[in-house]
C-alpha cells in the first residue's frame, strides 16, 4: 500500500506508509500538535476492501489510529470523533494522554463498527466544539452525503465561519480515491493531504 501525501505548497511525497517515522504520523502526515482531534469516517462505505490484503478501510483507520494514540507523546491532548449517522466523541474535551487515557481512546477507536452514511458536518462540528483544539485530521473515504450541510462548497464555507479567529490547521486524508473537496479543506485550513488506496 502506498499513501501519497501533498504537503501545504502542493508537493507530492511518495512513501510507503509502513516507513519508520521519528514522531509521531497519521498517515504519513506528522502529527507535531499536541492538542489534536482525529476525525474518522465510520460510515457502511468503509467496509470496503483496502490495498491488496482481507482489510477493510475502517481495519486500516484503526490500525492507523491506534498507532498515532500510541506514538504521541504522554503530554500531548487528544481526542477521538466518529461519524456517520451523527457524530460521536471518546470524551468532551481533548483528554491528556497517560496510560489510562491512552488505553481507553485506543478502546473506543477499536469499537468503531462501519454503518450508515458520511455526515462529515457533524464531525467537524463536534471537532470544532472544544476550543482547545488546535489541530484536526479528517479521514473519510466519500462525499458527504448527510447531515445539516452535504454540498462541498457550503461545507468549507461553514468550516471557514468556524475557524474564523480560531486557526485551526486540518489535515485530510482520502482513502480509497481522489477527493476534491478534501484537497480544498487542507489547502483553506493550513494542512496538508495525504490520498490511501
Known amino acids: 500500500r502506498v499513501v501519497e501525501a501533498k504537503d501545504r505548497d502542493g508537493k507530492r511525497d511518495r512513501r510507503r506508509n509502513d516507513a519508520p517515522a ?10 507535531t500538535s ?14 470496503q476492501p483496502f490495498g491488496t490484503g482481507s482489510g477493510t478501510r475502517l481495519d486500516e483507520a484503526k490500525r492507523q489510529l491506534a498507532a498515532v494514540l500510541t506514538a504521541l507523546p504522554g503530554k500531548a491532548k487528544a481526542n477521538v470523533v466518529v461519524f456517520s449517522f ?27 463498527e ?20 488546535d489541530t484536526i485530521y479528517l479521514l473519510t473515504d466519500g462525499q458527504p452525503s448527510s447531515g445539516p450541510v452535504v454540498e462541498p462548497n457550503a461545507l468549507l464555507r461553514a468550516v471557514a465561519e468556524w475557524n474564523l ?33
Do not use: C
Not at 496510560?99 to 473506543?108: G, L, N, S, V
Not at 464531525?123 to 476550543?131: H, R, W
Open 86 to 112: 451523527d457524530a460521536k466523541s471518546f470524551a468532551p474535551t481533548l483528554q491528556t494522554l497517560d496510560d489510562k487515557k491512552r488505553k481507553a481512546a485506543t478502546t473506543f477507536a477499536q469499537a468503531i
Open 34 to 47: 499536541e492538542r489534536v482531534v482525529f476525525v474518522v469516517d465510520g460510515s457502511g462505505s468503509m467496509l
Open 165 to 197: 479567529g480560531r486557526v485551526v490547521r486540518i489535515h485530510t486524508v482520502a482513502i480509497g480515491g481522489r477527493s476534491r473537496f478534501l484537497e480544498q479543506l487542507a489547502e483553506q485550513n493550513g494542512g496538508a493531504h495525504a490520498e490511501a488506496r
Open 22 to 31: 521519528t514522531t509521531a504520523s497519521y498517515w504519513n502526515l506528522p502529527v
Open 114 to 133: 462501519a454503518r450508515g452514511p458520511t455526515n462529515v458536518y457533524s464531525g467537524l462540528q463536534l471537532a470544532f466544539a472544544d476550543p482547545e483544539v
